[in-house]
């Protein structure tokens, strides 16, 4: 019970904060980015820990399944912290996001990373998927956190263009936060409560659209089966920067799908 009025409790704060977020989903990227002075684990993005951790979950199925003659497309870089780690593992590594102001952070960080590049690009916009396919020809994509933030018409946009730029050689990793309670479980789960509201989970609040869930069901909708194979997917742990007064590391119940383009289905040319 006492749980419960907790999250009561945190309503208030939560409609103040969040009815400041600008209603435009690009102009609230672009004034959160810009906002940020810090990254990293003890920075100011709340799911930037930049955690060697998390990725070992993933890095069998990109050894195992990812081409590794085939560049990689970091989708929804923010500051590249996982574009930085895919350069090390193949020959390029190009991270894209929707806000400028990620993208010259993104750069400066990966400075002396010569196979790193950035570009600002909505992965869901009409063409996106032809215009990677030309610059890059065939490519794997690696997707963390970006799905969750999208209304389902912008996920199966964005999916459609990761079919083209997969090709048939290309795969696809994504990886989701997919908390299934409501939002004020969420927030409390991450350390929020009546006395506190992290500085982290306040500038979320302040400026970005309102996350939801994505696991096999959503991804079952934006990725169809005539136009993907799912070839492995389950629970993952999403690591966020630790917001715990004690700053023990903190995680997200997530989920992850590693897929490829079922053969037939539109592509892109191979070069």
């Given at each position: 019970?006492?749980?419960?009025w907790?999250r ?21 990227w672009?004034g959160?980015?810009q ?16 955690s ?5 979950q ?6 195992a ?21 895919l ?14 102001g ?9 400075e ?7 570009m ?16 890059l020809?065939p490519?794997?994509?690696?997707v963390?956190?970006v799905f969750?933030?999208l209304?389902?018409?912008k ?17 696809v990793?994504l ?13 409390t ?10 500085a982290?989970?306040?500038r ?8 939801g869930?994505f ?19 389950g629970?993952v742990n999403i ?13 997200v ?10 053969e ?8």
């Amino acid at each position: 019970m006492s749980k419960l009025w907790d999250r009561m409790l945190l309503v208030p704060t939560v409609v103040r904060l969040a009815s400041r977020a600008p209603r435009n989903r690009d102009t609230a990227w672009e004034g959160y980015w810009q906002g940020i002075r810090a990254t990293g684990r003890s920075g100011d993005v709340l799911w930037d820990a930049d955690s060697m951790a998390e990725r070992a979950q993933y890095s069998d199925a990109v050894a195992a399944h990812f081409d590794p003659d085939l560049p990689v497309v970091d989708v929804g870089c923010g500051n590249g912290s996982n574009t930085r780690w895919l350069a090390g593992l193949f020959p390029r590594a190009l991270g894209i996001d929707v806000s400028t102001g990620a993208i010259e952070r993104a750069s400066k960080e990966a400075e002396g990373i010569h196979n790193a590049g950035f570009m600002v690009l909505d992965a869901s916009r009409a063409g996106a998927g032809e215009l990677l396919l030309e610059r890059l020809g065939p490519a794997n994509v690696f997707v963390r956190g970006v799905f969750h933030v999208l209304k389902p018409d912008k996920q199966a946009a964005m999916a459609a263009n990761l079919r083209t730029i997969v090709g048939n050689r290309g795969r696809v990793l994504l990886a989701e936060t997919n908390f299934r309670g409501n939002s004020l479980a969420y927030l409390t789960e991450l350390g929020a409560s009546p006395q506190r509201m992290p500085a982290q989970l306040q500038r979320a609040l302040e400026n970005l659209p309102r996350p939801g869930h994505f696991g096999a069901r959503e991804r079952h909708n934006a990725f169809p089966a005539s136009d993907w194979k799912v070839i492995a997917d389950g629970p993952v742990n999403i690591e966020v920067v630790p917001m715990n007064p004690g700053g023990l590391s903190q995680w997200v119940p997530g989920y992850y799908a590693l897929l490829s383009g079922t053969e037939g289905s539109r592509t892109g040319q191979e070069p």
